[in-house]
């Protein structure tokens, strides 16, 4: 596998992919405003002057009709100067001009403009109107409001020459401004999408460095997922997996140790005896038969030390299936009791059954057998020096459940919630000469957890263990 760091420019990286959508944000961005302000800035700013011309135009009217004619001459002129704005009022033999600066009387400025507005106003009959006029030698544009005023003089007309010629200058300094806004826009976003994606890469990099160590059989290794909440889980999803690996790759060292242990006891004694009848037991059927029967028990255990580790493959692949049937769960465990029985005689056991009433239960009789097994050969192998073992049935409405009990060495607290686990031998009988390889329990967890029913060990250190699992009732097959 070749993870060697990509070098330079990678167009896939987390990096330059956020840079380009950074920049492709600026440079959109900046398209949108530049329309805006070309074609809605430019409408936008008429409709303003246009309210502002007919503002202007009541207020002129109204000042015209009420004030004195001297403090008319002042507010007009002071009108025209702040807006910058050109108004006229034609009426009786002189026409009073005002641009700002002076009032005029003579002024051919937009004479002929003001004419074909007030022809046209006369057509459509209106008291006012709006008229939009671009002088054709310097293209600029101009709005002219006309309105006639009644006072106690006569009808006069009244003319406001609004220019939107500044427009354009303005909007060539916001151009300016813009190009601007826009390179340092860029520049921001270039700088945003480095601090960003540094605070992002930097952690999956980290991740990606213990990562390989990993792959390369360090189990210790530790992620870091830096201050992010996304890649800070990402590491300690990581950080749990490294562990659960290491965990199993430690137990199953032990189980290949603890399995060719358990092998070679059998094999030695096979071979011995064989090698017995073949040099001197052959001839005496007396002992010839004690010696094959030492070589059938031995082969038994190896077969079921085989079936146990094809359990615990199947296990391993999540294939172990339940062939569910309704049976009496109480001559099941007899059965197992009787097993078992015979060590009672030969070994001086004081193996205890007591059973309940028959009781009907649904599931796979040979799979519930094969954890009572387990739990029984536990509590003998495991079992105090009274060599007691108690296989209790207990009913109690729809349940009925076994328990078996020993006055062993039990099981130390912190061991307790990993008996389950693959390949877990608890420190107590670490050090004690018993055949084991710690899958017997975590089988049972399996086939138990398949049947979705309750189970558990009540174990005190020194004083013994009580391994326990319940069935509901069923009803008649
Ligand atoms: P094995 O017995 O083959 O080691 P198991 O999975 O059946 O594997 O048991 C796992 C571990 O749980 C045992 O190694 C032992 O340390 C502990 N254990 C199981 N049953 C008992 C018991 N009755 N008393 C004390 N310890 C027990």
């Keep these: 596998m070749n993870r060697e760091k990509k070098q330079g420019f990678d167009l896939n990286s987390i990096k330059t992919t956020t840079l380009a959508y950074f920049m492709l944000f600026a440079v959109v961005l900046m398209i949108i405003i530049w329309i805006l302000q070309g074609f809605i800035t430019d409408k936008y700013y008429e409709t303003l002057r246009v309210q502002e011309a007919n503002r202007t135009t009541v207020a002129v009217k109204q000042q015209f009709r009420d004030a004195p004619p001297d403090d008319f001459d002042k ?118 999408s480095i601090y960003l994606t540094s605070k992002i890469v930097r952690p999956i990099e980290s991740i990606t460095g213990s990562a390989l160590e990993l792959a390369r059989g360090n ?150 057998s094969q954890v009572l097994h387990n739990f029984v050969s536990n509590a003998i192998k495991y079992g105090g020096e009274d060599k007691y073992v108690g296989i209790e049935l207990k009913r109690s409405g729809k349940k009925v459940s076994v328990h078996v009990k020993d006055n062993g060495m039990g099981i130390p607290k912190d061991d307790l919630p990993h008996i389950w686990d693959r390949y877990y031998r608890s420190s107590a009988n670490h050090n004690r000469e018993i055949d084991g390889s710690g899958i017997g329990l975590s089988i049972s967890k399996t086939i138990l957890s398949l049947h979705n029913t309750n189970f558990g060990v009540n174990s005190d250190e020194f004083i013994g263990s009580d391994f326990w699992f319940e069935m509901p009732v069923a009803k008649k097959a």
């Excluded at 006369?122 to 544009?141: F, V, W």
């Design 75 to 192: 507010y007009a002129r002071q009108t025209a100067q702040t807006n910058g704005i050109y108004i006229r009022i034609d009426g009786g033999m002189d026409s009073m001009i005002y641009d700002g600066i002076a009032n005029l009387s003579k002024d051919t400025r937009f004479e002929s403009e003001l004419t074909k507005a007030m022809t046209q106003l006369g057509k459509q009959n209106l008291e006012s109107a709006n008229y939009r006029i671009s002088d054709k030698n310097t293209g600029n544009n101009y709005l002219i409001s006309i309105s006639k005023i009644v006072s106690p003089e006569g009808v006069v007309n009244l003319y406001i020459v609004t220019p939107l010629v500044p427009i354009q200058s303005t909007l060539s300094i916001i151009r300016v401004l813009m190009l601007y806004v826009f390179i340092i826009a860029i520049g921001f976003a270039l700088l945003l």
């Design 219 to 368: 189990f210790n290794v530790k992620f870091d997922g830096g201050k992010m909440t996304e890649t800070n889980e990402l590491a300690e999803v990581l950080n749990t997996a490294s562990y659960e690996m290491g965990k199993a790759d430690f137990y199953q060292r032990e189980l290949v140790a603890n399995v060719s242990h358990d092998l070679k006891t059998p094999l030695t004694m096979i071979k011995s005896y064989a090698e017995m009848i073949q040099d001197i037991s052959g001839d005496n059927p007396e002992k010839r038969n004690e010696h094959l029967g030492v070589i059938i028990a031995e082969t038994d255990r190896l077969n079921k030390l085989v079936s146990n580790l094809m359990s615990v493959s199947l296990l391993q692949s999540n294939t172990i299936t339940l062939d569910r049937k309704t049976f009496d769960f109480v001559e099941m465990c007899q059965e197992v009791y009787e097993s078992v029985a015979v060590l009672n005689e030969q070994e001086g056991y004081n193996i205890v059954f007591t059973p309940c009433k028959p009781t009907l239960v649904y599931g796979d009789r040979e799979r519930l």
